[in-house]
């Protein structure tokens, strides 16, 4: 699976961001997927997930009801919809398969997208 991940940037706090990751392949409408994000001198960290069918959402709590996963699996494309957000937002973006039922990782780790939000 090559995974491609676009539409980080530069904004204000309390702007917004959609982030989007195209996968390769032709099962990614069964595959569970995932974001995650790296800070700055931090470990990479859980931001949210999507089932194949996209019925199923889960956020890391730092992001709850700011931020939104969706997919469109006749694109292959699942995306981030960012909104209120904030400094600690900062981070590079990266998409990848999870196994089913957990947040762990089932590939190598694609290209992120940089998102930084001044104060």
């Known amino acids: 699976v090559q995974l491609q991940a676009s539409g980080g940037g530069l904004v204000q706090a309390g702007g917004s961001l959609r982030l989007s990751c195209v996968a390769s392949?032709?099962?990614?409408?069964?595959?569970?997927m995932g974001w995650f994000r790296q800070a700055p001198g931090k470990e990479r960290e859980f931001v949210a997930r999507i089932s194949p069918s996209g019925g199923v959402t889960d956020y890391a709590d730092s992001v709850k009801g700011r931020f939104t996963i969706s997919r469109d699996n006749a694109k292959s494309t699942v995306y981030l919809q960012m909104n209120s957000l904030k400094p600690e937002d900062t981070a590079v973006y990266y998409c990848?398969?999870?196994?089913?039922?957990?947040?762990?990782?089932?590939?190598?780790w694609g290209q992120g997208t940089q998102v930084t939000v001044s104060s």
């Open positions: 392949g032709r099962t990614f409408s069964s595959t569970n």
């Open positions: 990848t398969p999870v196994f089913p039922g957990t947040i762990r990782p089932a590939t190598d």
